[in-house]
């Protein structure tokens, strides 16, 4: 007797909630109800030229990056702006003769700021394929590294490779810095993950058809290419930039000595050159002008202050505070902060500087005992106090240092 199966995914008949059988082949209704999805997705492209996506206000979208992101208005305004933009140049009708370029944007901010946050929401927010992608492995074409397209390569796998889809999605290319140009003086060695990469690049931002090898890896001459149209994709770039601070001080002429100097100078925060960044300070680290112009959206994030990290501790809907909070909640255990046990955290985040991701570190260090023993224990309230974490962080500590 012949077993029934999904002709699609393989499933047998006792796996499947519900198997409809056809003349020569069997499907299951988890695939049906995948292949309505791919139909209405066709047939709205085909009609329309344009895959379905939602069209929010920037005001919607600051107030939803608000719930999850702390402080950084300056660049939720701009993001929020930029985005939407975007996507009403991607409803605007072929015939009109106003063409809107793309909006692809540059985010200049310390490490653990929130730049990967804000294009992860924004992207959560639209409902649209997001891929977050590294650009320290990025090398030139024929060298040992990954080729420029393999950026498209997981935004392909976000849309479950349906390309009309995956065309109209978010990519943020992480550590955009560390392809900046080495330097102008010639060498015998070639830059090939520097100023090549960005070359590279260009086309990507502009807006071209690129052919990009559905596994990723390197291409050859006999493996079957996904042509991926990349004129409505939107690029976010990030980058902490170490030292542009310097850069950007040398160019407000803050050491200079002479009549007026002062004056001059004086309402520059010397705490946060960030916030003053320009075109000119990208092209001075070592990005070609080529891609500053195809990158016209350039907003910073500040760094983060105390009152800051002390509420992305507990505030956003996401907090770490929570996170473990809904953890012990699992065990049946209520979990209790004191105020100064969080003060004590944010206080040790800003002696490493590493920002909002140094606080999880620092929460590992001092919940790890408590996660390893009371799972097991018959208790149903766990009180964290600032002297249980100082002693469970001394004692982490203590711990790495006999180790190296």
Request: charged fraction near 25%; proline fraction near 4%.
């Given at each position: 007797?012949?077993?029934?199966?999904?002709?699609?995914?393989?499933?047998?008949?006792?796996?499947?909630?519900?198997?409809?059988s056809?003349?020569?082949?069997?499907?299951?209704?988890?695939?049906?109800?995948?292949?309505?999805?791919?139909?209405?997705?066709?047939?709205?492209?085909?009609?329309?030229?344009k895959?379905?996506?939602?069209?929010?206000k920037?005001?919607?979208?600051?107030?939803?990056?608000?719930?999850?992101?702390?402080?950084?208005?300056?660049?939720?305004?701009?993001?929020?702006?930029?985005?939407?933009?975007?996507?009403?140049?991607?409803s605007?009708?072929?015939?009109?003769?106003?063409?809107?370029?793309?909006?692809?944007?540059?985010?200049?901010?310390e490490?653990g700021?929130?730049?990967?946050?804000?294009?992860?929401?924004?992207?959560?927010?639209?409902?649209?394929?997001?891929?977050?992608?590294?650009?320290?492995?990025?090398?030139?074409?024929?060298?040992?590294?990954?080729?420029?397209?393999?950026?498209?390569?997981?935004?392909?796998?976000?849309?479950?490779?349906?390309?009309?889809?995956?065309?109209?999605?978010?990519?943020?290319?992480?550590?955009?810095?560390?392809?900046?140009?080495?330097?102008?003086?010639?060498?015998?060695?070639?830059?090939?993950?520097?100023?090549?990469?960005?070359?590279?690049?260009?086309?990507?931002?502009e807006?071209?058809?690129?052919?990009?090898?559905?596994?990723?890896?390197?291409k050859?001459?006999?493996?079957?290419?996904?042509?991926?149209?990349?004129?409505?994709?939107?690029?976010?770039?990030?980058?902490?930039?170490?030292?542009?601070?310097k850069?950007?001080?040398?160019?407000?002429?803050?050491?200079?000595?002479?009549?007026?100097?002062?004056?001059?100078?004086?309402?520059?925060?010397?705490?946060?050159?960030?916030?003053?960044?320009?075109?000119?300070?990208?092209r001075?680290?070592?990005?070609?002008?080529?891609?500053?112009?195809?990158?016209?959206?350039?907003?910073?994030?500040?760094?983060?202050?105390?009152?800051?990290?002390?509420q992305?501790?507990?505030?956003?809907?996401?907090?770490?505070?929570?996170?473990?909070?809904?953890?012990?909640?699992?065990?049946?255990?209520?979990?209790?902060?004191?105020?100064?046990?969080?003060?004590?955290?944010?206080?040790?985040?800003?002696?490493?500087?590493?920002g909002?991701?140094?606080?999880?570190?620092?929460?590992?260090?001092?919940?790890?005992?408590?996660?390893?023993?009371?799972?097991?224990?018959?208790?149903?309230?766990?009180?964290?106090?600032?002297?249980?974490?100082?002693?469970?962080?001394?004692?982490?500590?203590?711990?790495?240092?006999?180790?190296?």
């Amino acid at each position: 007797m012949k077993k029934d199966f999904c002709s699609f995914c393989g499933r047998p008949r006792e796996e499947a909630p519900m198997l409809i059988s056809g003349m020569h082949a069997d499907i299951c209704n988890d695939c049906v109800e995948q292949a309505h999805i791919i139909v209405t997705e066709e047939l709205t492209y085909k009609q329309t030229g344009k895959t379905g996506f939602k069209l929010i206000k920037p005001a919607d979208i600051k107030a939803h990056l608000d719930q999850y992101v702390i402080g950084q208005d300056t660049a939720k305004k701009v993001l929020s702006v930029a985005v939407y933009n975007h996507y009403k140049r991607l409803s605007q009708k072929v015939a009109d003769e106003v063409e809107i370029e793309k909006s692809n944007i540059m985010l200049v901010g310390e490490t653990g700021t929130g730049k990967t946050l804000l294009a992860k929401t924004i992207a959560k927010l639209l409902d649209v394929p997001f891929a977050i992608v590294d650009a320290t492995v990025l090398t030139e074409a024929g060298y040992v590294g990954e080729d420029i397209e393999s950026l498209l390569v997981r935004l392909l796998q976000a849309a479950d490779y349906n390309v009309p889809l995956a065309e109209q999605g978010i990519v943020f290319i992480d550590e955009i810095d560390k392809i900046a140009r080495k330097g102008d003086n010639p060498s015998i060695t070639r830059d090939v993950s520097g100023e090549g990469v960005q070359q590279g690049l260009l086309k990507l931002l502009e807006g071209s058809v690129v052919n990009v090898p559905p596994q990723g890896g390197r291409k050859h001459p006999d493996q079957k290419m996904i042509p991926v149209d990349t004129k409505n994709i939107l690029f976010m770039c990030g980058g902490a930039f170490e030292g542009i601070d310097k850069i950007i001080a040398r160019r407000l002429n803050t050491q200079v000595v002479g009549f007026g100097t002062k004056e001059r100078t004086a309402e520059i925060n010397r705490d946060n050159f960030l916030q003053y960044v320009a075109p000119q300070d990208l092209r001075t680290y070592g990005l070609i002008p080529e891609i500053i112009g195809r990158i016209p959206v350039l907003t910073n994030l500040n760094p983060l202050d105390r009152n800051v990290l002390r509420q992305i501790l507990t505030e956003p809907k996401n907090a770490l505070i929570k996170q473990y909070t809904a953890l012990f909640k699992i065990d049946g255990i209520d979990l209790v902060f004191d105020d100064e046990t969080y003060d004590f955290i944010v206080d040790k985040a800003i002696e490493y500087k590493l920002g909002a991701r140094g606080l999880r570190s620092i929460c590992e260090s001092i919940m790890v005992d408590a996660m390893f023993e009371y799972p097991s224990k018959k208790v149903k309230k766990l009180h964290i106090t600032v002297d249980f974490a100082r002693e469970r962080f001394a004692h982490a500590h203590a711990s790495v240092r006999s180790v190296s």
